[in-house]
């Protein structure tokens, strides 16, 4: 079974871009949620997505976006990107139902560089 | 609010040493706790995990007992490699209101030959 998949995994950007990660969950899995991970912050909850509807959402402004398609793919949207948006973003999916233990399964995320 | 404390690294230890990580949680009601871990270049994978209180995690080594009396789910590993330098992470998710995975700050373990 494939494992979680993330593109792309490396970028560079700069001061008021933005930019779109992308993340295919493991067959199966409706939900999917985004992480940012810094060294000084360390894992820091986006929002997490299920069957296309956002239900949880961290402490981020509004210039973090995300959505989830049909198909459980999900993307998140940084816009007018600061330098403190560099970090890891790590995408993790999770099944949802009777055999719903917690577990998540992480992508190897995708790193972000802002200029 | 609902967290997750874990020691402070970086934890530094000899090949075969016994490894002993701290960590606590404040939630409300009765969550999933587990340890994560994060090796070099890679996203995190599930180290073990415990569902209910006095259950024992274990996996590769690692052991993690859910103490729902002091709140507590400390990793402890009997004898340490080198391939188990990581970071390690604690975590809790509650199982009500949607999906959360609440995250400690990690604990990096460097295991020298």
């Known amino acids: 079974k494939a494992g979680v998949t993330q593109t792309p995994r490396y970028l560079i950007k700069t001061r008021g871009q933005q930019v779109t990660l992308s993340c295919s969950p493991i067959?199966?899995?409706?939900?999917v949620s985004w992480y940012q991970q810094t060294p000084g912050q360390g894992l820091q909850f986006l929002f997490e997505?299920?069957?296309?509807?956002?239900?949880n959402k961290g402490n981020f402004p509004g210039r973090f976006s995300g959505r989830q398609f049909s198909n459980s793919r999900s993307e998140m949207n940084v816009s007018t990107l600061e330098l403190g948006d560099s970090a890891l973003y790590l995408c993790?999916?999770?099944?949802?139902?009777?055999?719903?233990?917690?577990?998540?399964?992480f992508g190897e995320g995708s790193r972000l560089t802002v200029l | 609010g609902d967290s997750v404390t874990q020691m402070e690294g970086p934890v530094t230890l000899s090949e075969e040493a016994f490894l002993t990580i701290n960590c606590t949680y404040t939630?409300?009601?009765?969550?999933?706790l587990f340890w994560y871990v994060q090796y070099p270049g890679e996203g995190l994978q599930l180290l073990l995990k415990?569902?209910?209180?006095?259950d024992k995690g274990s996996n590769k080594g690692f052991e993690a007992t859910y103490r729902k009396e002091t709140t507590s789910f400390h990793l402890e590993k009997g004898s340490v490699q080198v391939s188990d330098s990581a970071v390690y992470f604690c975590?809790?998710?509650?199982?009500?209101?949607?999906?959360?995975?609440?995250f400690g700050a990690g604990t990096r373990l460097f295991v020298k030959a």
């Open positions: 993790a999916s999770s099944l949802i139902g009777g055999q719903n233990t917690g577990e998540l399964f």
């Open positions: 067959s199966g899995h409706r939900s």
């Open positions: 997505y299920f069957s296309e509807t956002q239900r």
């Open positions: 939630a409300t009601g009765y969550p999933s």
């Open positions: 415990a569902t209910k209180a006095d």
């Open positions: 975590a809790y998710s509650p199982l009500t209101g949607g999906f959360k995975t609440i």
